[in-house]
């Protein structure tokens, strides 16, 4: 199993792992890198995102695409679990899961905005 | 030319605010899109007037008699995504979480939304029919709308070097809000943690090798 930097331990969506299909390797590889500082702490330089996005985070990647996620302790102590989250097996899940959902290409929300 | 990026988010947040604003204030609890087509042209056109840039949507002559294919379109990517209820435009879910989130922007623009306010609240009542007829009947150079041919442009935004006032939305806020009526992240988005939603995880060995 791997080691992370931190004590938290990110699962994904299998829908980020398609994403991540087309990617060039050095951009894969910033994106575990980034991953693993978040381990370390996922509030670091993060924030809320917003409208029906709520209960998510986005963590930069670099100057246009993000990283959405959400830490599962924060989840259910905002209440974001029942309000906007809802998954199934969160009472499975242990406090320090990240739950790395998608990543946001900017072209998608700049160039791609028709 | 066509719309920056900046200006498409306005216009689409703008437009959100318009239908919701009908339901607030006026009680309504659905738009036709002839009446949003002329309640964003009326708006426009006294934003406009006062050189304050907000609604950035290009409108012709056409039969009803002014009509805007940038605002058709916005309409229809806004209700394609459930952004917004449609075909008679409702406000949903969705629309309250971006308009309240979003909302410091209104503040933060109040002359702006002032003015959308006043045109909105003066004909978002009047019935459709009669809001069209009066809209036939306004004076344009030497005659009426109506007596222009189709296709004639009416009503195009100013530039940003002559307004006296523009849409203040900072980076940040822009960011978020393009992510919120960006279509392909919406869909995206909603895959993606409709699968954790379900439960269906991978550990970082599997993602990452």
Redesign the interface.
């Given at each position: 199993?791997?080691k992370?930097s931190g004590s938290y331990?990110?699962?994904?969506?299998?829908?980020?792992?398609e994403?991540?299909a087309g990617l060039s390797p050095d951009f894969?590889d910033s994106i575990?890198q980034k991953?693993d500082a978040l381990t370390i702490n996922p509030y670091h330089n993060t924030?809320f995102?917003?409208?029906?996005?709520?209960g998510?985070r986005?963590a930069r990647l670099n100057d246009s695409d993000?990283l959405?996620f959400?830490i599962c302790e924060e989840c259910r102590k905002l209440g974001h679990d029942r309000r906007y989250?809802?998954?199934?097996?969160c009472d499975k899940t242990p406090e320090n899961t990240l739950?790395i959902?998608?990543i946001?290409f900017g072209h998608?929300?700049?160039r791609?905005?028709? | 030319m066509a719309r920056t990026l900046r200006e498409k988010v306005i216009d689409r947040l703008l437009s959100l605010y318009i239908v919701n604003r009908c339901k607030t204030k006026h009680n309504m609890d659905c738009i036709s899109e002839t009446k949003l087509q002329k309640l964003v042209f009326y708006s426009e056109r006294k934003l406009n007037r006062n050189k304050y840039k907000g609604f950035n949507y290009r409108f012709i002559k056409l039969l009803f008699p002014t009509y805007s294919e940038e605002l058709r379109t916005d309409l229809a990517v806004l209700t394609d995504h459930e952004i917004l209820d449609g075909p008679y435009f409702k406000e949903n879910k969705k629309t309250k979480m971006i308009l309240k989130d979003f909302s410091e922007l209104f503040d933060r623009n109040r002359e702006i939304m002032d003015v959308i306010d006043s045109e909105v609240d003066k004909k978002a009542l009047v019935p459709t029919q009669k809001l069209v007829k009066n809209t036939k009947r306004i004076r344009w150079r030497n005659g009426v709308i109506n007596d222009l041919k189709n296709g004639t442009p009416l009503l195009y935004p100013i530039e940003e070097a002559r307004a006296n006032c523009s849409f203040q939305i900072d980076k940040e806020a822009l960011e978020d809000l393009a992510i919120c009526l960006s279509p392909k992240v919406s869909e995206g988005m909603e895959k993606a943690f409709d699968e954790l939603r379900r439960g269906r995880r991978l550990t970082h060995a599997e993602v990452f090798g």
């Open positions: 199993m791997r992370f331990v990110p699962e994904y969506a299998p829908h980020f792992s994403q991540l894969v575990e991953i924030r995102m917003k409208g029906q996005h709520k998510k986005k993000r959405a959400v989250n809802r998954c199934s097996d739950v959902g998608y946001i998608d929300y700049k791609g905005f028709r | -």
